[in-house]
């Protein structure tokens, strides 16, 4: 069975199991933390490591997160290790998240720009966004000072790349290619 697949499944257990429950909200501030925690280089060699008992790897993960999380997502945990599957956690917690976002009606919205953005700005562009998909925005701000200026804005499968960096790569390629006309 692929990765991908793995994932989707334990997270779709997960997300069933939360609503009903009614413990949604908790056990998504719990995949957060968890994606949190993962994403520590260190914290993924202990998942992904072969020679780290399973027993070990519960009681690292115990220890780290254990008192944060609600019951539901602990014996989640515990089933991964008993399972050996605990490299699939990030992934389960991606998974969890978009599920949720998507159950919810959120639309992430990622916005990558050399400066930090005004706070008014950010409103704007979120509203924008928001009146023309229909839905809740969550923005979420990039820095990236290699775009060099203007933005790269990535709302679900849809990409503007107004970058200053793109606008050179175009012209760079027009050069070369001798289509550029003076």
């Given at each position: 069975m692929n990765d991908g697949?793995?994932?989707v499944r334990y997270a779709n257990a997960l997300f069933q199991s939360a609503l009903e429950k009614n413990l949604l909200d908790k056990v998504y501030k719990d995949m957060t933390l968890i994606l949190e925690v993962t994403s520590v280089p260190e914290f993924r060699e202990l998942l992904e490591s072969p020679i780290i008992r399973p027993s070990k790897k519960r009681e690292v993960i115990q220890n780290t997160i254990g008192g944060n999380i609600d019951k539901l997502t602990a014996s989640?945990?515990?089933l991964i290790v008993?399972?050996?599957r605990e490299n699939f956690l990030p992934g389960i917690a991606?998974?969890?998240i978009r599920a949720y976002k998507e159950y919810n009606g959120i639309t992430e919205l990622v916005l990558t720009t050399a400066v930090k953005v005004n706070e008014d700005v950010k409103k704007r562009i979120a509203d924008l966004i928001a009146g023309i998909f229909?839905?809740?925005v969550e923005l979420n701000e990039v820095i990236d000072?290699?775009?060099i200026g203007g933005f790269i804005l990535k709302v679900e499968d849809n990409y503007i790349d107004a970058s200053v960096r793109n606008?050179?790569?175009k012209i760079e390629k027009e050069l070369k290619s001798g289509a550029l006309t003076i």
């Open positions: 697949k793995i994932s989640l945990i515990d008993k399972n050996g991606r998974e969890f229909k839905t809740k000072r290699n775009i606008k050179l790569r």
